[in-house]
């Protein structure tokens, strides 16, 4: 296993507005609805249940903004290394729906220095198969 | 009935007890699988996912809602260190702010949730911030 894809990268591929690499997931499929609503505690019944999300409006289950926001924390592991997430702040602007697949993307808004080594601020977001950015926010994380 | 949430904001400042929450091997492990983090920390269970705070649930005294009216709008985790399996973490969860909004789907009560966690020895780990919208 090689480390954080950041890790080693000199600083001047790591100036404000390098476009990061993108993170595919796979597709989102109901069973992973019903396995995060397991694994995460969240229960509400429109992640799971279709007849719940209609009587809500909703044309059938939508995807927790919680998962969405998981692979992008996953993404900043990818990144940096679980160790070196310092924040990550995201809003849910888009639904997401069992059938989407979700990429993550991001670029660097800020490279500063601490004594902690170099702290990157990103910018990032997870987007559907059809380009729309459904979640998106923003990060710092340390690397070496 | 104030507003169709019926929350006011009589609840801010309102906050939940103190609870402690074990880190398992076995819940990071599944959570890591539910979200197919192949992080390899994460996939052993050694290390939480980011997000993994999200499964230390509480609950504040007077506040309930209809949760299938619930959005939850916008997401921030702060961190001073990994969630480490064996972690044994203090958590209390407040209600920082509540406050209606006109927006297209008429009135929307935002509720501003607060959640704070430390080890056994007070020092912070991870903090984070929930924003809710209830229609």
Known sequence: MTGPVLAARPD????SGSVLPELRKQQITKLQLVKYAGASGDFN???TDDETARAVGLEGVIAHGMLSMAFLGEYLCWLAGPESVRRL???FVEMVRPGDTLTCRGRVKERTTGNAGRRL???LWAENQRA???TVGDAEVDIT | MGHPAGLSSDLIG???????FEVERGAIRKFADAVQDQTPECVRGDLAPPTFPTTFRMTIPGLTFDLARVLHGSQEYR???????GDRVH???RVADVYQRKGRLGEMTFLILVIEGSDESGNPIFSGTTTAILR
Do not use: F, K, N
Request: charged share 40%.
């Open chain 1, 132 to 134: 729309e950015r459904v």
């Open chain 2, 14 to 20: 309102r906050e939940s007890e103190a609870v402690l």
């Open chain 1, 12 to 15: 001047q591929d790591l100036d």
């Open chain 1, 45 to 47: 019944l429109i992640h």
């Open chain 1, 121 to 123: 601020h990103l910018e």
């Open chain 2, 79 to 85: 961190y001073e260190r990994p969630l480490r399996a």
């Open chain 1, 89 to 91: 702040s995201v809003r």
């Open chain 2, 91 to 93: 958590c209390r969860v």
